[in-house]
């Protein structure tokens, strides 16, 4: 197989931009869905044959991945994806009690959330709740949080929890869930979306902080218990 051009460092082209986009894209999901673990390192060389690629774009979606706080770089190693501690998680989740718990309260003022969306999402959580498919559930609550970001702030307040919430903590927190939890947790989003619909700051505010205690009391579990096993996915079998 023929390896990839090697481009010159400098900024990337406007050839090179899309490309680098949809790197970005590939390489968030893979880190938040646990296909590139902790510590896993992001050599250039190796992606950019697996994608058919240069460096650049490649360099150039790294350089996202560090500023999303998904990937750092380290002296002698390059780029790799970020670990976490458990003090360092602790301290995210300080930190998205106070800007979560924020935010409900502001969806619920503003008026703005679309909670027929907000519903819909719970629907479509606790349809894949038996057997649990982790992935999908992990993907929607995600877009629910996001909801009521943008529910809560225009531009400044969505991307500033983003970049608190959106780390590869969130995978993981689902896949810990025992069956009582995820149950709480699905009732918890209602509660959620009712707190909204009466405008009821207060209560949004004090639902959401909840519901974060809970998820942050999974994630310590996470350093003092074996992983719970994942079924297998099912092969994938191409239409013929």
Avoid: K
């Avoid at 350089?63 to 990937?71: H, K, N, P």
């Amino acid at each position: 197989m023929a390896r990839p051009p090697v481009e010159p460092p400098g900024t990337v082209s406007a050839v090179a931009e899309p490309v680098a986009d949809r790197l970005h894209a590939a390489l968030r999901t893979e880190i938040l869905d646990g296909s590139r673990p902790a510590g896993a390192r992001l050599r250039e060389e190796e992606i950019a044959e697996a994608h058919g690629t240069s460096r650049t774009p490649v360099r150039e979606a790294i350089r996202r991945l560090v500023a999303d706080g998904l990937a750092v770089l380290t002296p002698h190693r390059g780029a790799e994806v970020v670990s976490w501690t458990e003090e360092d998680l602790d301290e995210l989740f300080d930190l998205r009690v106070l800007l979560e718990g924020h935010a409900a309260a502001r969806a619920a003022a503003s008026g703005r959330a679309d909670t027929d969306r907000l519903t819909a999402l719970c629907d479509a959580m606790e349809a894949r709740r038996h057997p649990p498919d982790h992935a999908e559930i992990t993907r929607l609550n995600l877009e629910f949080h996001r909801e009521v970001h943008r529910a809560g702030g225009q531009r400044v307040l969505p991307d500033l929890v983003g970049r608190v919430v959106e780390v590869p903590l969130v995978h993981r927190t689902i896949r810990r869930y025992r069956p009582e939890r995820l149950d709480a947790s699905f009732a918890q989003h209602r509660d959620l979306i009712a707190a909204i619909e009466a405008g009821d700051a207060d209560w949004a505010r004090a639902v959401m902080t909840a519901h974060l205690r809970a998820a942050r009391e999974v994630v310590r579990d996470t350093y003092r218990d074996p992983p719970i096993p994942t079924p297998p996915a099912a092969p994938h079998r191409p239409s013929r």
